[in-house]
């Protein structure tokens, strides 16, 4: 995910590092009811174009729990968060969290075959 907004010119040369090292301190693993979700992101000075880079795991990987860093999950959809606007990100986070909560989207999600499909379910989610 990195080299693609890399390659976009979305990211500097150090937001890779930066999410790992972020995630290293600040985990962001999600456990849900049918399928888990991480969430990782870093600081705004990393990001030159706001995104949210979304990818959907053939195999799911581990990320450590967002409440108990010792404990791991794991994670079939990434949601890279690439924020760069703080007064926004509030919003941001609470219309991924109404997707996040939404079962029946992330399992659509998990199906979805181009970017347009996970594009209209994160709209019609966020729209609820």
């Not at 972020?22 to 969430?39: C, D, H, K, Q, Y």
């Not at 990782?40 to 108990?68: C, N, R, W």
């Not at 079962?103 to 209209?120: G, R, V, Y």
Request: charged residues 20%; aromatic residues 10%; without cysteine.
């Amino acid at each position: 995910m990195y080299k693609e907004a890399y390659a976009r010119g979305y990211v500097s040369e150090f937001f890779f590092e930066k999410i790992k090292e972020r995630e290293a301190a600040f985990p962001t693993g999600l456990n849900m009811a049918s399928m888990n979700v991480a969430i990782p992101h870093t600081d705004a000075e990393y990001v030159y174009k706001q995104f949210i880079g979304v990818i959907t795991l053939e195999k799911p990987v581990l990320f450590s729990l967002m409440d108990d860093a010792a404990q791991k999950v794991e994670v079939s959809i990434v949601f890279m968060l690439g924020l760069n606007q703080p007064h926004s990100q509030l919003t941001v986070l609470q219309k991924l969290m109404q997707v996040l909560q939404n079962q029946e989207s992330l399992e659509h999600m998990s199906k979805a075959k181009t970017s347009e499909d996970i594009h209209s379910i994160f709209n019609q989610a966020a729209a609820i």
